[in-house]
């Protein structure tokens, strides 16, 4: 057995992309489109991984509620620097729900309310400011 991929659906391709593409930097490996099905799928991969991991399905005309994303539990990184990872993520408007006051690990969410977890590769990094003392925000 192995592990194939995630699948969550997402309500804009566009701020999707731009959030695990731009800010997380998951590279676009395939997509395909159904006309009859009225649906697109995205396949990402982070950077170093040889498989692609996480599936983004856009379903065209759903009005359909997808909760919010709690239900799903969520999808975790491995990020090489986790405070210069959450400082792009913020500059890039991303609020961070957990910040990293341990020096490793942080929550956030995509634009659609999916949790993401960022672990720092290796141990920890020391305590650093403004992450060691910044409060949580919402929920992740």
Known sequence: MRFLHSMIRVRDVEKSMYFFCELLGLKEVRRSENEAGKYTLIFLKAPGDADEH??????????????????????????????????????????????????????????????????QRGGALAPQEPWASMPNQGTW
């Open 54 to 119: 996480v599936e983004l399905t856009y379903n065209w005309d759903s009005t359909e509620d997808y909760s919010n994303g709690r239900n799903f539990g969520h999808l975790a990184f491995e990020v090489d620097n986790i405070y210069q990872t959450c400082q792009r993520l913020q500059e890039g408007g991303v609020t961070i729900n957990r910040p990293p006051r341990d020096g490793r690990m942080a929550f956030i969410k995509s634009p659609d309310d999916i949790s993401v977890e960022l672990l």
